[in-house]
């Protein structure tokens, strides 16, 4: 019975306290902290983004081959370089295939974190603004492939971006359908992609 | 007698101060909606730091071009020296000939007049405008810069990462401008239909704006004019029908709309004078839409009025 009490005790305390630091971080007006990994996940997502900086290291080494865009560069300048660099690096990887750097264990990883992360009303927001309000149907889902530059890029939510796995700068997620792209910014290829990425 | 002096004193200030019950933090000028055509309602200090701000422009069509036209018009009475895009700068495809097209020949006028044009990314756009010799943005997706007393954040909503929120907190926390005025594509606060409040942006960026004074927010991505009441301090403006427009789409009786107009393209003249920030709307024809002044409201996260 005291057992019994001192426990109901201690849990009032911890929920007390717990609920003071989340009333704090309100009023200090603070960003939410995406929540913590188990040790296991950990590994996925340090194997994850390990795939993902040997892509971002190769195309580096390739851009470093080509001449520099300037800062104020003229818009022929912009796409002689895009499609340059993306013969350059769609010659490199020709061998590349789905799942390179999504492998099975992080793309199952991932499926979860969007899942956690989307609930309820936003999770039907989400599938109504990438299934039905976006413009990119005409995204082919061919790994080493281009991105086409007519459709539209959609917003990758801030929330998520921060529970995700952390990609080299030069690397994007992208919602298409039902699957979650990496797309290279600069040249606009598709580095990998997994699919039933929507919840 | 003394009551009825300081009485008769508070009624001339208001009236001269234009202070109105229903503006929801911002001074409307009357006279603004029944002086069709163009009359300026803002000071036009040389003093002043003047700009234009525009967003969702790039279509490349001749209203596109009928806006562009007035924006020039306008000019010659209120010679602002910058312009702030807020993103989808270049719809559909980004050839070399579409830069022409959908930015250039448009506005071409302005930029021999050597207006500086400060874009910001929407989700039309792709990664590479960064380096567009007329964008601005040195290479990078997000930036900063200051005009006089003004710091300005063009942000990439469009994809607002670990390491974008960091450079933010970083910059911001180290800012002494008087003024600070972030622009970016999509609105963290907005009564549209389509879209609506980009609420998952506003829980990443809205802490760190209240913690360190942003002041005044500018957004785009719905293509209609909107001044949102302000929220937690700070004043929210939806600016993005410089180049489509979304007829109607504006939420009739929408608790956050301090005033709206989604009749017709528009954009927005902005003046900056010491504690003052002067604001025009101007639609296709000339009309002024909306119009007032927004008292700064802090200094590093403290109310000054």
Redesign the interface.
């Known amino acids: 019975m005291k057992a019994n009490m001192r426990s109901e005790q201690l849990l009032a305390i911890v929920g007390i306290f717990v609920l003071c630091v989340v009333a704090s971080a309100r009023i200090q007006g603070q960003t939410p902290a995406p929540p913590q990994l188990s040790p296991a996940d950990k590994l996925i997502v340090e194997d994850f983004e390990k795939r993902a900086k040997e892509y971002s290291k190769m195309r580096e080494a390739l851009e470093e081959q080509m001449p520099k865009l300037s800062k104020e560069a003229k818009p022929e300048e912009i796409q002689t370089h895009k499609k340059q660099f993306q013969d350059r690096v769609r010659a490199a990887r020709a061998g590349a295939k789905p799942g390179d750097v999504f492998t099975p264990e992080a793309a199952t990883l991932i499926r979860k974190m969007i899942k956690d992360e989307f609930k309820g009303k936003e999770r039907v927001e989400l599938r109504d603004t990438v299934l039905k309000e976006s413009d990119t149907k005409a995204v082919p889902l061919r790994v080493n492939y281009p991105y086409p530059e007519s459709q539209e890029l959609l917003e990758m939510p801030p929330t998520l971006l921060l529970r995700l796995p952390q990609l080299p700068k030069q690397l994007r997620f992208r919602f298409v359908s039902h699957s979650l792209l990496i797309v290279d910014r600069e040249n606009g290829l598709i580095v990998d992609y997994m699919t039933n990425a929507l919840p | 007698m003394k009551r009825v002096i300081s009485s008769l004193i508070l009624v001339i200030l208001l009236a001269l101060t234009g202070v109105n019950a229903q503006n929801n933090g911002a001074r409307t000028n009357p006279k603004a909606r029944s002086n069709p055509p163009f009359t300026l309602t803002l000071p036009n200090k040389e003093s002043g730091v003047r700009f234009l701000v525009i967003g969702d422009t790039g279509t490349g069509t001749e209203k596109q071009q009928e806006l562009a036209q007035v924006m020039l018009r306008v000019r010659q009475m209120f010679p602002f020296e910058f312009a702030l895009m807020l993103g989808d700068n270049m719809y ?9 097209k959908k930015f250039e020949d448009i506005y071409r006028p302005l930029l021999d007049q050597k207006v500086k044009f400060y874009a910001s990314l929407g ?7 960064r ?3 007329f964008f601005n ?3 990078q997706e997000y930036y900063r810069f200051s005009k006089g007393n003004v710091s300005f954040y063009s942000l990439n ?7 974008q ?1 960091e450079w933010l907190n970083d910059k911001m926390a180290a800012d002494t401008a008087t003024w600070k005025v972030a622009f970016f ?2 609105p963290p606060y907005s009564s549209g239909a ?1 879209h609506g409040s ?1 609420t ?2 506003r ?6 704006f ?2 360190y004074g942003v002041n005044v927010v500018f957004a785009g991505h719905e293509h209609f004019y909107e001044r949102i009441k302000p929220q937690k301090g700070i004043y929210y403006f939806i600016s993005g029908s410089g180049g489509k427009l979304r007829k109607g789409d504006v939420k009739e009786g929408s608790s956050l709309t301090a005033k709206a107009f989604d009749k017709d393209m528009s954009f927005m003249l902005v003046e900056v004078d010491d504690n003052q920030m002067h604001f025009q709307v101007v639609s296709r024809t000339g009309e002024t839409v909306d119009s007032g002044i927004l008292m700064h409201q802090r200094k590093n ?1 403290k109310s000054t009025s």
Do not use: R
């Open positions: 559909g495809s980004e050839k070399a000939a579409d830069y022409k989700n039309h756009d792709e990664s590479n405008q380096f567009y010799e943005m040195d290479g909503s469009n994809y607002m990462d670990k390491k929120v594509h999509h389509a980009d998952k942006l829980q990443i960026i809205e802490p760190i209240i913690k996260g």
